[in-house]
């Protein structure tokens, strides 16, 4: 599955639409986050059945897609991460979002945040959504 897939399936669970605004933004941070784990584009650090720790930070590598995809449903629907999930509803810019992800405890550089975006801009964005999630 390449990243965009997985960006439409994460937009759909999180109840927000799948636009280009979003998917923009959703592809653009997890190539910020080039997070090499199963499952886990987003580095979320949320313990499932069957998940392992992958590094210092608590990052997991998942079993499966579906237990991916549900750990960063529900991490990023906790009360901290509310204004990102807020951006993402209301299809706001993808710099919008990428503002509230690095205001955030995530732990996302709000500068690489930049310098990806702008390098999608630039005509990269295809190569970003197309590469393979590690599964």
Same mark, same amino acid.
């Given at each position: 599955?390449?990243?965009? +897939? ?8 999180? /109840? +927000? ?65 509310? $204004? ?5 509803? /209301? ?10 992800? +690095? $205001? ?16 999608? $801009? ?7 959504? $197309? ?5």
């Amino acid at each position: 599955m390449n990243r965009e +897939a997985w960006v439409r399936w994460f937009l759909d669970e999180l /109840r +927000a639409p799948v636009t280009g605004r979003n998917r923009m933004a959703m592809v653009c941070w997890i190539q910020s986050e080039g997070s090499p784990f199963d499952w886990n584009p987003l580095a979320t650090t949320l313990r499932m059945p069957g998940s392992v720790t992958m590094n210092s930070h608590g990052v997991q590598a998942y079993p499966s897609f579906d237990t991916g995809l549900d750990a960063s449903i529900r991490t990023i629907e906790e009360p901290q991460y509310e $204004k990102i999930v807020n951006r993402l509803r /209301r299809n706001a810019w993808p710099s919008r979002t990428h503002r509230a992800i +690095a $205001k955030s405890p995530w732990g996302t550089d709000g500068d690489l945040l930049g310098r990806v975006l702008a390098s999608a $801009k630039d005509g990269h964005y295809d190569d970003y959504a $197309k590469q393979t999630i590690p599964s």
